[in-house]
C-alpha cells in the first residue's frame, strides 16, 4: 500500500529529557523502520521503551532530534500512525462495531461506509460474531483483539503497539502473538512493537532493539526470523522449541540482564 | 438547629463515581417499606389515642380525605394538581436551563485553567449561601414574577452539575484522549466523542443532587408572591393553620423528591450500564 522503497519511519538521534530528572528518557536513539518490518524494541522498565513509542505516535515531543515517516516530519499525533494501547483503551459506551469504526466517524466516513469496513476488520482479528456486544462483557483477549481492529480499521501506515498483551494470561497471549504475525502477514503493515516479555519479543521480531535505562538508549539491534517462519506456514511450538530460537532467546536474556545490574557482580 | 438544617440542605459532596449501586446492596426495600408502615402506624396510634389535638397533628385518614378534597375542589384556588403543575413547571424549567449551561461550564472549567481560574471562585463562593439569603436580592433586581421563582431554583442547581461536570472531565481516561488522538481527533471532536460521554456518570450525579437541592428551594422560591405551587399551598395553610393540609403538602413535595431519585438513578443504570465493570 505505501508508495516506494523510501517509504520509512526514522528516527533520528531523538533525546528525551523530562525536566528535574537526573538522566535523559532516552538518550541519541536512532531507529528505521522499513516497509513490511516488525520492530520490537524490548528493554526492562525505565529503559525509554513507552516514551520512544509516544514520541513516534506524536503524544510527546524529543528535546534534540527528528522523526521523519515517510518523508515528513511528525509533530503529533495522526491517523497514519495507528496506536494499540496497553489497556485496550475502548469506549465503554460504544458497541465492539462502533468501537472499531470509531477512527473512521472520526474522519467523517458516513455509517453504512464505516461498518462495511469495521466489519471487514472484525472478521480479520476473528471476531465477526460479536459486532453488536458490549465491549465491557468481552475478555482481556478479546478487548484487546478490539483495540487492534479498531487501530487497523483506520488503515495506517505504521501500527504503534505499547505492550498490547502485557495484561493477558500466558496461554492468550500466545494466541494473540500468533494473530498478530498472521496479521503483518495478511497486511504488510510496518509495526513498531513494545514489550518486556523476551520470548515474546524473539519471536515476533524481525529487528529486534534492545534497550537499556539511565539514560534510556538502544544497546542493541538484532535481525531475526522467526516471526517470518510462522507467516510462512512453521508452527509456534517447532519455532520456538528449536535451538536457535532457544539459544537467541537465552542470548537476550543475559544482555538484558548485563545491563539492568550493570553494578553487581556476577549476576 | 435552622443552620445545621440549612447546611444540610445544600451539603454537596464531592461527586465520586457513585459506588451506591453494588449488586450486594441492590434491594433494600422491603426493609423500607417496613420503615414506612412503621411510621405510618406509629402516626396513626398517637392520633387514634386523641392525646395531641389535630391542629398539631392531624390523622392519616384527615390527611388522606384532604388530599381528595384538594384533589377535587381544590385549595387556594388551585386544585393538587394545579398547585404540582405550577411547581412543576418551574422546576422543569430551572433544571432544562441549569444542564444546558452548567455542562458547557463544567466543560470549560475542566479543560481550561483560565476559565477555572475565573469561574471556579464564582461558583465556590454563591454555592453555600442558602437561597432564602439572596432570595431579596433576586426579587430586587428580577422583581416578583415567574423570573424570580425560576431562576432561585436554577442557581440551586447549576452548581452541582457545573462542579460535577468539571470532576468528571478532569477524571477522563488519558489514554482514551489519546487513542481518539492517534486517530487525528479534532478538539471538539474530544469532546463531543470522548470527553462528554465518559463525564456522563458525573454528570447524571451533579444533575440528582442538584435536582434534591432545587426541589428543596421550592418552598423558598415561592414565598415569592405565588398564587399557586406546593410551596405556596404549605404556606398558605401555614398561615390559616390548616395543619392537614399542611401536613398534605410536606408528604406530596417528599414523594415526588423520592420518585425523582428512583427515576435518575434507573436512567443512570440505563444510560451508564459499564460503571463499575469497565
Known amino acids: 500500500m505505501t508508495a516506494a522503497h523510501a517509504a520509512q519511519l526514522i528516527v533520528d538521534r531523538v533525546s528525551v529529557r523530562y525536566p528535574g530528572t537526573a538522566h535523559a528518557a532516552l538518550h541519541d536513539v536512532s531507529l528505521t523502520i522499513q516497509p513490511e518490518s516488525l520492530v520490537v524494541a524490548l528493554g526492562p522498565s525505565g529503559c525509554g521503551k513507552t516514551t520512544l513509542l509516544n514520541l513516534v505516535a506524536g503524544f510527546i515531543k524529543p528535546t534534540s532530534g527528528h522523526i521523519t515517516l515517510d518523508g515528513q516530519p511528525v ?32 474522519r467523517g466516513l458516513d455509517r453504512r461506509e464505516r461498518e462495511v469496513r469495521a466489519r471487514q476488520v472484525l472478521q480479520q482479528v476473528d471476531l465477526q460474531g460479536y459486532a453488536g456486544r458490549r465491549v465491557w462483557e468481552l475478555s ?3 478487548r484487546q483483539r ?17 505492550e498490547p498483551f502485557g495484561a493477558l494470561d500466558a496461554f492468550i497471549r500466545e494466541q494473540m502473538q500468533e494473530l498478530l504475525l498472521r496479521i503483518w502477514r495478511e497486511t504488510g503493515k510496518r509495526i513498531l512493537l513494545i514489550t518486556h516479555d523476551i520470548e515474546e519479543a524473539v519471536f515476533l521480531a524481525t529487528d529486534l532493539v534492545l534497550m ?56 | 438547629m ?29 426493609i423500607g417499606v417496613l420503615t414506612i408502615l412503621g411510621v405510618l402506624a406509629l402516626w396513626w396510634g398517637i392520633t387514634a389515642t386523641g392525646l395531641i389535638q389535630p391542629l398539631f397533628l392531624p390523622s392519616p385518614q384527615a390527611v388522606l380525605a384532604k388530599l381528595w378534597l384538594v384533589s377535587t375542589k381544590g385549595y387556594m384556588d388551585a386544585t393538587l394538581w394545579q398547585h404540582l403543575g405550577a411547581s412543576g413547571l418551574r422546576i422543569v424549567t430551572a433544571l432544562l436551563a441549569a444542564v444546558l449551561l452548567a455542562v458547557p461550564v463544567g466543560v470549560a472549567i475542566g479543560l481550561s485553567r483560565v476559565a477555572r481560574g475565573v469561574l471556579d471562585p464564582l461558583i465556590e463562593l454563591y454555592r453555600p449561601i442558602p437561597p432564602l439569603a439572596y432570595l431579596p436580592l433576586v426579587v430586587i433586581w428580577f422583581g416578583i414574577g415567574e423570573l424570580s421563582k425560576v431562576l432561585l431554583i436554577y442557581l440551586a442547581i447549576f452548581a452541582p452539575i457545573a462542579i ?12 482514551r484522549i489519546r487513542a481518539a488522538l492517534s486517530f487525528g481527533a479534532t478538539r471538539w471532536q474530544l469532546i463531543r466523542h470522548v470527553i462528554l460521554p465518559s463525564a456522563l456518570p458525573d454528570i447524571l450525579t451533579g ?8 426541589w428543596s428551594t421550592l418552598v423558598a422560591a415561592e414565598l415569592v408572591a405565588a398564587t399557586r405551587g406546593l410551596g405556596f399551598m404549605v404556606q398558605s395553610a401555614a398561615q390559616f393553620l390548616v395543619t392537614d393540609v399542611v401536613v398534605l403538602g410536606i408528604l406530596v413535595i417528599a414523594l415526588i423528591a423520592f420518585a425523582l431519585e428512583l427515576g435518575l438513578r434507573a436512567l443512570q443504570r440505563r444510560l451508564i450500564p459499564w460503571q463499575g465493570r469497565a
Open chain 1, 140 to 142: 482481556g483477549g478479546m
Open chain 1, 212 to 267: 537499556s535505562p539511565g539514560p534510556g538508549r538502544i544497546v542493541e539491534r538484532l535481525s531475526l526470523d522467526f516471526g517470518q517462519r510462522y507467516a510462512a506456514g512453521e508452527s509456534a511450538r517447532s519455532i520456538k522449541s528449536d535451538p536457535q530460537f532457544i539459544a537467541t532467546r537465552e542470548h537476550v536474556l543475559a544482555r538484558v540482564f548485563a545491563h539492568r545490574q550493570p553494578h553487581t557482580s556476577g549476576a
Open chain 1, 146 to 162: 478490539v483495540g487492534l481492529a479498531r487501530a487497523l480499521a483506520a488503515d495506517p501506515r505504521v501500527l504503534l503497539m505499547d
Open chain 2, 2 to 30: 435552622s443552620a445545621e438544617l440549612t447546611l444540610g440542605e445544600h451539603d454537596f459532596a464531592a461527586p465520586e463515581r457513585v459506588q451506591d449501586e453494588a449488586p450486594q446492596s441492590r434491594r433494600p426495600l422491603p
Open chain 1, 75 to 106: 509533530d503529533g499525533p495522526g491517523a497514519e500512525r495507528g496506536v494499540v494501547f496497553q489497556d485496550d483503551a475502548l469506549l465503554p459506551w460504544l458497541n465492539v462495531l462502533d468501537n472499531v469504526a470509531f477512527g473512521l466517524q472520526l
Open chain 2, 207 to 214: 444533575i440528582r443532587i442538584g435536582l434534591g437541592t432545587g
Open chain 2, 164 to 175: 460535577a461536570t468539571a470532576t468528571g472531565v478532569r477524571n477522563v481516561d488519558q489514554t
